[in-house]
């Protein structure tokens, strides 16, 4: 018996204390954060251009790493800033901003087409080539609206529609994210077609592009409306706070890491690249410098991220300068863009990043290709949709889209129900959506697409690689 080990029985069940200290204690915000991570959308996000499409590097920056690195900015300036709002008895939670300026990075460019900026153009050129606004030739489209919504193709408002109306689509609002986020990575809050028709103020950066499209128009309201941004004519509102910051920590990724990701392939020398990204830094005053690392790599990613401390820094400055305004809706610079000595040393390496990475001859090739890769696959799929009338190589390539695709919270029907076939389902779902509704569809599924896949789709279909 002495030398029995006494077996302990586990309680039949879990103390009260223990429960309370086993509740999930996330905020709306983390749990904002952790829904765009764990989503189809975001992880698609790693196999899109940043710059460099269909790179073979394993060091080059794709679409999700340039992201998750923006976030990480993001929820620097989103912290520095509430602690600041926090010294003049703002009652704001820092920790909460930062979240909510990650989440809201993290999701910057999730609508984002195969291709990045090369696809958006893609889009636009195809839909200006062979659709027709509404007139006097048969067309797609009841409104001038609808037809900006697809000839000027924008990600911001696809990044909308996944967050709000793709991602859990059989409710209304998705997987319902708060305010505050949709705030935050709402850039443009306005339609494609301001007021009256009138031209774009050059002068209001959230007036550059569009964020929404008209299909999504009631949500995009309601949430603006949600937000209090401050309507300054029927659908165009001003920024939330919040998104100067989240334009920063992607302006900041953008200029910074793609210089490195240029160097770092030999586009530019990084001797050259490590000057530019120390002239944003402020001179020294007094005291000994500490000489930099001999070795070039070193020293290269010593400068990066010196290079964002401060601009960290220095954004932060600029908001907590000018919140007031941004609160008004009066504020219309980017932050980075805000004083000259941010400004120029940005516009320089901006500017060699694009003359020797962006317009390197490898980018321009892979980007022409991927120009013709999403013309072809629009011109099979949203040909095959807007017809009512569809032949057999349109109702073939129908099948081969998703069913969800055209499925609504409105449309839903009792599965007893059912159509018979894949087919007729595709075509009852089709014919219950206006052609306007329907090419959104394509688009979606087209934009939702990484390069690889819409490279290989491409080829299939056009019977210049069969499956295997």
């Known amino acids: 018996m002495g030398s029995e080990k006494k077996q302990v029985e586990a309680p039949a069940t879990v103390p009260s204390d223990m ?3 086993l509740q999930d204690e996330r905020t709306d915000y983390d749990r904002d954060y952790d829904r765009i991570v764990f989503s189809a959308e975001f992880r698609c996000l790693h196999d899109k251009t940043q710059v460099f499409p269909l790179s073979t590097s394993d060091y080059t920056r794709t679409r999700l790493t340039h992201s998750i ?3 990480c900015v993001g929820r620097s300036l989103g912290a520095l800033a509430g602690r600041g709002l926090l010294a003049r008895d703002v009652k704001v939670n820092p920790s909460h901003l930062g979240t909510i300026v990650a989440a809201a990075c993290l999701a910057h460019d999730i609508g984002n087409p195969p291709f990045g900026h090369s696809g958006e153009a893609a889009i636009q050129h195809w839909v ?7 007139g006097g030739q048969p067309s797609p489209f009841e409104t001038l609206a609808q037809w900006k919504d697809l000839e000027s193709f924008e990600g911001n408002a696809q990044g909308f529609r996944i967050l709000n109306r793709l991602q859990s689509r059989e409710r209304r609002g998705g997987l319902r994210y708060t305010a505050a986020t949709l705030g935050a990575m709402s850039k443009y809050p306005r339609a494609s077609v301001l007021p009256g028709g009138r031209a774009r103020d050059k002068a209001r950066v959230s007036e550059k592009k569009f964020g929404y499209f ?4 009631a949500l ?4 603006y409306q949600a937000m209090g941004l401050v309507e300054r004519e029927p659908g165009v509102f001003s920024r939330h706070p919040l998104a100067f910051l989240v334009e920063a920590a ?3 990724c953008y200029a910074v890491i793609d210089l490195e990701d240029s160097a770092k392939l030999g586009l530019i020398p990084i001797k050259d690249a490590c000057e530019l990204l120390d002239a944003v830094l402020p001179k020294p005053v007094n005291g000994p410098v500490r000489p930099p690392p001999s070795h070039p790599e070193t020293r290269l990613a010593q400068a990066r991220a010196r290079a964002i401390g401060e601009l960290i820094q220095a954004c932060v400055k600029v908001f907590l300068e000018n919140v007031e305004a941004m609160e008004e809706g009066t504020w ?4 980075a863009a805000a004083y000259d000595d941010v400004a120029k040393p940005l516009k320089a390496i901006r500017h060699l990043t694009r003359r020797c990475g962006y317009e390197s001859e490898r980018v321009l090739q892979i980007e022409s290709a991927g120009f013709k890769t999403l013309g072809g696959l629009l011109d099979m799929f949203a040909m095959a949709v807007i017809t009512d009338t569809p032949n057999r190589e349109e109702k073939k390539l129908r099948q081969l889209l998703p069913l969800d695709l055209f499925q609504r919270p409105e449309h839903a029907r009792d599965t ?8 007729e389902a595709i075509t009852e779902a089709v014919a219950r959506l206006s052609k306007y509704q329907r090419l959104l569809c394509v688009t979606d599924y087209i934009s939702g697409m990484t390069d690889g896949f819409a490279v290989e789709l491409f080829q299939r279909l056009s019977g210049i690689k069969l499956p295997t």
């Open 128 to 134: 200006s080539q062979r659709l027709v606004p509404p």
């Open 69 to 71: 690195e923006a976030s």
């Open 220 to 223: 995009a309201l309601e949430a």
């Open 416 to 423: 007893a129900e059912a159509p018979a076939s894949r087919d």
């Open 250 to 252: 992607d302006d900041i």
């Open 19 to 21: 429960d309370a200290l």
């Open 332 to 335: 219309e610079t980017p932050l």
């Open 214 to 217: 008209q299909d999504d128009e």
